[in-house]
């Protein structure tokens, strides 16, 4: 195939990815500034001298929806205070096959919940492209059950036009938008992939990954500004790579250090 045949490709996926970025900046807009006002309250509430800085948990239970997690933890330009849950169960690394069974095991997600001791005075972000898999519902309900506030970063679409007998749901039937207090859309349409090639019977080309980075690093972004805004001055990772991003960043290690449990 000559190069110049796949510029049309390029050209519609690129189209896809940025009409659904565009989506979620225009529909999203209020949910992402109501989120981002609620990690800056979070993060400034008063403490008593001597109390550790709050963390922003951040958790994406199944396979890719990881990625999310992975992607605004200890990441150049994003909050130092960003904890994400990198539990081994649902990583790709242990195995694809084995984390879309864990993903979908009543019961994974409560262990993870209550193995990392989040409770009441905790916020989380739970991120996942579908927004149904068993794991992801119990870490939700776990979470509800510990008084932890939670921020939902998922897909209405897909949740609400996936069959409540599908294999990957959990028992209750929940979806991830229904159970937080705050709900981000992804948009991200039903079996995430988009691209459509003459001769193959499937689309190829998921765009998932596209939403979920951006909608979570847009509101890292916008708690950020918020936070400037009100005078707070928060703590930023620099590039390691970067010069003086390791000096910066030694500033913040040993605070964060055992308290940020993959750090």
């Known amino acids: 195939m000559q190069n110049g045949r796949h510029v049309p490709l390029m050209r519609t996926y690129a189209e896809q990815v940025a009409g659904l970025i565009g989506r979620i900046?225009?529909?999203?807009?209020?949910?992402v500034g109501a989120a981002a006002t609620l990690i800056a309250d979070h993060l400034v509430q008063a403490r008593r001298p001597g109390d550790a800085e709050r963390l922003i948990y951040v958790y994406g239970p199944g396979g890719h929806s990881n990625l999310a997690a992975q992607e605004v933890f200890?990441?150049?330009g994003g909050l130092v205070n960003v904890s994400a849950i990198l539990d081994e169960g649902t990583l790709l690394s242990g195995g694809a096959l084995r984390s879309m069974a864990i993903e979908r095991t009543p019961g994974y997600g409560r262990v993870v919940i209550e193995d990392n001791r989040l409770g009441a005075g905790d916020l989380l972000v739970l991120v996942n492209a579908y927004g149904i898999n068993a794991?992801?519902?119990d870490a939700a309900l776990t979470a509800r059950e510990r008084g932890v506030t939670l921020i939902g970063v998922s897909s209405r679409e897909h949740a609400d036009r996936t069959a409540p007998d599908h294999p990957a749901?959990?028992?209750?039937r929940r979806n991830l938008h229904d159970l937080v207090d705050l709900h981000i859309d992804t948009k991200v349409p039903v079996g995430d992939a988009v691209l459509e090639i003459e001769g193959v019977p499937e689309r190829v080309g998921a765009i998932s990954t596209f939403a979920n980075a951006y909608a979570l690093n847009v509101l890292m972004a916008a708690a950020i500004a918020e936070l400037a805004g009100r005078g707070a001055v928060p703590e930023i990772w620099r590039s390691?790579?970067?010069?003086?991003?390791?000096?910066?960043?030694?500033?913040?290690?040993?605070?964060?250090?055992?308290?940020?449990?993959?750090?």
């Open 25 to 31: 900046e225009t529909e999203e807009a209020d949910a």
């Open 74 to 76: 200890f990441r150049a």
């Open 135 to 137: 794991a992801l519902i």
């Open 169 to 172: 749901r959990h028992p209750t």
């Open 240 to 263: 390691g790579n970067a010069p003086g991003g390791d000096e910066r960043n030694a500033l913040f290690q040993d605070r964060f250090r055992g308290r940020v449990r993959w750090l």
